[in-house]
């Protein structure tokens, strides 16, 4: 199944309810740009919405707006990905600069005529791995700086880093669940 995507001109009929096409105040990419990429949780958020915003259009409308805010999503990465301030770690930076040119090329495409279904849930489903990834290294740094404190609180023993990151893994879970 084909979803027709219509150009910027024609893309919201006089008809449609305004509801559906409202960009929120601060968008996606504006949030992208003002936490530099380093607010794990908001911007897991921000790329969580726009996967369900793709999943859930349902008209061509709506395809062109998820498809628009996600383009935007995406080049405020790449822009911030840019920028010598961003805490990503250099090997991250490229791939994450090589996944945008593929939301950008896919996007662009769709501009052309038609883009599959299957075309917005692989732009849904690469939005969600990368907000599941970011949140996997925040667990994980968590849990590093705690086994770090526990390490520190029995006297930093030699030999039991094992059963320390064990402990604090326990614990960050047990936080997550909460």
């Given amino acids: 199944m084909a979803t027709k995507r219509k150009t910027a001109a024609s893309a919201a009929p006089a008809t449609a309810p305004a509801a559906a096409l409202e960009t929120p105040a601060e968008s996606w990419a504006d949030i992208i740009l003002r936490t530099n990429f380093?607010?794990?949780?908001?911007?897991?958020?921000?790329?969580?919405?726009?996967?369900?915003?793709?999943?859930?259009?349902?008209?061509?409308?709506?395809?062109?707006?998820a498809l628009d805010q996600n383009l935007k999503l995406w080049i405020a990465i790449k822009t911030v990905l840019l920028n010598g301030d961003c805490p990503v770690e250099p090997e991250v930076k490229a791939n994450l600069r090589n996944l945008a040119q593929f939301v950008v090329s896919?996007?662009?495409?769709?501009?052309?005529?038609?883009?599959?279904?299957?075309?917005?849930?692989?732009?849904?489903?690469?939005?969600?791995?990368?907000?599941?990834?970011?949140?996997?290294?925040?667990?994980?740094?968590?849990?590093?700086?705690?086994?770090?404190?526990?390490?520190?609180?029995?006297?930093?023993?030699?030999?039991?880093?094992?059963?320390?990151?064990?402990?604090?893994?326990?614990?960050?879970?047990?936080?997550?669940?909460?």
């Fill in 38 to 65: 380093a607010q794990v949780e908001q911007d897991s958020i921000v790329l969580l919405q726009a996967a369900s915003t793709l999943l859930e259009a349902d008209t061509p409308e709506k395809v062109n707006v």
């Fill in 106 to 178: 896919t996007t662009m495409l769709a501009t052309q005529g038609a883009i599959e279904a299957r075309k917005l849930v692989s732009l849904a489903r690469l939005n969600m791995n990368i907000a599941e990834g970011l949140l996997s290294g925040q667990r994980n740094r968590m849990v590093q700086e705690r086994a770090y404190q526990i390490w520190e609180e029995e006297g930093r023993p030699d030999g039991r880093g094992d059963e320390h990151w064990l402990r604090a893994e326990s614990e960050i879970t047990g936080l997550f669940k909460v």
